[in-house]
């Protein structure tokens, strides 16, 4: 789990980590002027789709709102999808201004109508509308925690491609709609332990049928299995699967990385997308990146960056258990056309830094890089920034890394950024009911790192 018993959350805030004069979203912010508080006209309805909610087991799933405009209230509509596409509309929320409100999905279902009933799921989807005269205003967040086991998944609702915010007038800007040509999502997943499984779910979002091939592939690219997955219209299919070798010793597979690549005919936001490794033998739970692949492009410098990894031994004050050690992890899988040269820095103490391993990534191919012996070296306890570098496509890289502890217990992800100058950075939710805790990473241009408890 991210936070096993701890933090609900862990919010990654730095100085280098956002595109200069945006939020982390890119969305404009409202804005007043001297002839008075801006007044909504065209009021178009806006919809952001959530891949995944699940409530089997012990899983509970929460959507998290949050009103971006600090002039106005406004209200949100929830709808539920179930599993097999019947939609169950709930009651409106209203959103105070730049206030935040939850929707249970668990206590929704119980209240299910009886012509619903029928058709109630253990997993579905779900969308978020609101009425106003751009897109951005209202951002949602999906939960999906299981105490008991100690598995915890977040995924943002996103909003369709085909319309992106004119960041100067910040008025709507038409895309031309992708073809319904071949469209291809590649993934990054990995094992912590031979009890370790893969699940991705498919919620389509369309009128029609959604014929998915799924290949999963090794470190080396090799494919080792495929599937063919149809998703109907309106439909969630949720699928499972074990990544790679299992026949070893535990050290041995987390050692190793590997993909699965996602292909279907439409339109890329016809389909949402959304993985994660389960363990809940150890109580390990960790998002799986997934994007599409954007072929070509201009070979450049990448640069990114990771703040606050914990290592070793935590301050007291964040009140972790008096034995818990943090051990740092960083999977990458190259998924373009191109050899990737991988080169990286440690930062630590009062901007201190020394080199990590450098690492040759062939195209298709995954791999761990080996980070226990160079930052143990170091005697470290509390917290790290990896940096690291190539020369190749933008997007050439997928990228899982953060920090976890002995037992596998606690996860705590990075999601590294790449690096650049920034106005801002903000968060969509955080809560300290409950017994959570709230932890901020801070990060700096001078490599400096702090994380806040």
């Not at 919809?47 to 899983?59: A, I, K, M, N, P």
């Not at 989807?125 to 005269?133: H, R, T």
């Not at 597979?253 to 994660?276: C, H, K, Q, T, Y």
């Amino acid at each position: 789990m991210r936070t096993a018993a701890m933090t609900a959350a862990c919010l990654a805030i730095s100085a280098v980590f956002a595109q200069a004069g945006q939020s982390e979203s890119g969305t404009p912010t409202s804005k007043t002027s001297t002839l008075g508080v801006y007044k909504p006209t065209k009021l178009d309805t806006y919809t952001e789709y959530g891949g995944l909610w699940r409530t089997d087991r012990t899983f509970e799933s929460t959507i998290r709102l949050s009103n971006q405009l600090s002039i106005s209230p406004i209200d949100a509509t929830v709808t539920l999808y179930m599993a097999d596409g019947t939609p169950y509309l709930l009651p409106a929320v209203h959103l105070n201004s730049s206030g935040v409100s939850t929707v249970n999905i668990n206590d929704a279902l119980q209240k299910t109508p009886e012509s619903i009933l029928p058709h109630i799921s253990s997993f579905g989807s779900a969308s978020v509308s609101y009425k106003y005269d751009w897109q951005g205003v209202v951002y949602a967040q999906m939960s999906m925690l299981d105490i008991p086991r100690s598995l915890q998944y977040s995924y943002p609702f996103m909003f369709p491609m085909s319309t992106m915010p004119n960041m100067a007038g910040m008025q709507e800007t038409k895309q031309t709609k992708p073809s319904a040509g071949p469209t291809a999502l590649e993934g990054l997943i990995w094992s912590y332990s031979s009890h370790s499984k893969v699940f991705l779910s498919f919620a389509n979002t369309s009128k029609k049928d959604i014929d998915v091939r799924l290949s999963v592939l090794g470190e080396d690219g090799e494919e080792t299995e495929s599937r063919s997955v149809i998703v109907p219209a309106m439909n969630t299919v949720l699928q499972e699967l074990k990544p790679g070798r299992m026949d070893d010793a535990d050290e041995n597979i987390r050692s190793r990385a590997g993909g699965v690549r996602i292909e279907f005919n439409g339109d890329p936001d016809n389909l949402n997308v959304f993985g994660g490794i389960e363990d809940d033998e150890h109580g390990y739970s960790a998002n799986v990146p997934i994007n599409e692949v954007v072929k070509g492009g201009s070979v450049t410098t990448v640069a990114f960056a990771s703040p606050g990894v914990m290592v070793g031994k935590q301050d007291a004050m964040m009140g972790f258990p008096e034995h818990l050690r943090f051990e740092p992890y960083a999977y990458f899988r190259n998924v373009s056309d191109t050899p990737v040269e991988l080169s990286g820095k440690v930062y630590y103490g009062t901007a201190q830094s020394a080199p990590l391993p450098a690492l040759t990534l062939p195209p298709h191919q995954s791999r761990r890089l080996p980070l226990k012996e160079v930052i143990g070296s170091l005697g470290v306890n509390g917290s790290v920034t990896l940096t690291f570098s190539y020369r190749g496509p933008q997007s050439a890289l997928l990228v899982a890394d953060g920090s976890v502890d002995q037992s596998g217990n606690y996860v705590f992800e990075a999601e590294a950024r790449t690096t650049a100058e920034t106005a801002s950075k903000s968060s969509i939710y955080w809560t300290m009911s409950n017994g959570f805790d709230i932890c901020i990473r801070f990060g700096t241009r001078a490599k400096k790192q702090k994380i806040f408890c």
